[in-house]
């Protein structure tokens, strides 16, 4: 798939006083800001025209934009955040989606999903059930995918705080795969590059057009990335992992 937007929003004062399961500590928002601009310069260097969205500092959260909504080609599904702080982020981000999609569709309550827990490989949907995704959600957008003509199929997950915390798709049949997803039966039909356990946050990348980037720090992964073929750009991610945050969560892509 060719990737030729993405969508970013500047994080706010207020992301040091996120949501977080991490003990990794506060993050430093200066650096937070330096890391987010490297991002984007990134997000360029793969060809993509980034729309980056001012912050609001009424959602600590809302610099992870992944949550908000699922994109496709020709349809947007707007989400409904699992976690009550982050709710009210999808207001803002439907009149950007307006303005690229005609087609918009919302997952609506008792539904609620989050985006990190979506993981498109061609298409075929796969939909993490997680502490912010539930069943209801799940089945509103399986059946929102299978009347555009893909495949949807739901995966509970056991430790993962969303789907893609584990789980990346390259392209070429290729997955990125740590944890319970390494030997999951749903996955068992890919390529599998196998994070090792030292390396858990690194599951968490992404395929840009000629480029996988990956956060910085994690050489195993990179390296066994490298060695399928994909070209890899790293990024220090450090600010955003203390907010339980990956590559993934900071960009909506399409
Ligand atoms: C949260 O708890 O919602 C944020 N601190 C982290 C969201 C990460 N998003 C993602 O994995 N897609």
Not at 68 to 82: K, Q, R, Y
Not at 184 to 210: L, T
């Amino acid at each position: 798939v060719m990737f030729n937007n993405t969508i970013v929003k500047i994080p706010g004062e207020s992301y040091v006083g996120g949501l977080t399961t991490s003990d990794l500590g506060r993050p430093n928002f200066e650096l937070a800001l330096e890391q987010h601009q490297a991002y984007i310069e990134a997000l360029k260097k793969c060809g993509t025209t980034v729309r980056v969205l001012p912050c609001n500092i009424e959602f600590p959260d809302s610099t992870f934009v992944e949550d908000t909504a699922v994109l496709t080609p020709n349809f947007a599904v707007i989400s409904n955040p699992g976690a009550l702080s982050r709710n009210g982020e999808i207001h803002e981000m439907e009149p950007v989606l307006k303005s690229f999609y005609k087609s918009i569709y919302k997952i609506k309550a008792p539904g609620t999903l989050d985006g990190g827990d979506i993981l498109q490989i061609e298409d075929h949907f796969y939909i993490g059930i997680s502490a912010r995704t539930n069943h209801d959600g799940a089945l509103q957008l399986k059946t929102i995918l299978e009347l555009e003509g893909y495949k949807g199929t739901v995966v509970e997950l056991e430790k993962f705080f969303h789907l893609k915390t584990g789980i990346a798709y390259l392209g070429n049949q290729t997955i990125v795969v740590a944890g319970e997803f390494i030997d999951h039966p749903e996955f068992n039909q890919y390529q599998k590059i196998v994070v090792p356990p030292e390396e858990e946050y690194a599951a968490n990348c992404i395929r840009v057009n000629d480029f996988v980037i990956i956060p910085a720090g994690y050489p195993i992964t990179k390296q066994k990335i490298n060695t399928a073929g994909f070209h890899t750009i790293e990024l220090e991610m450090s600010e955003f992992r203390k907010q339980d945050g990956g590559l993934s969560c900071l960009s909506l892509r399409f």
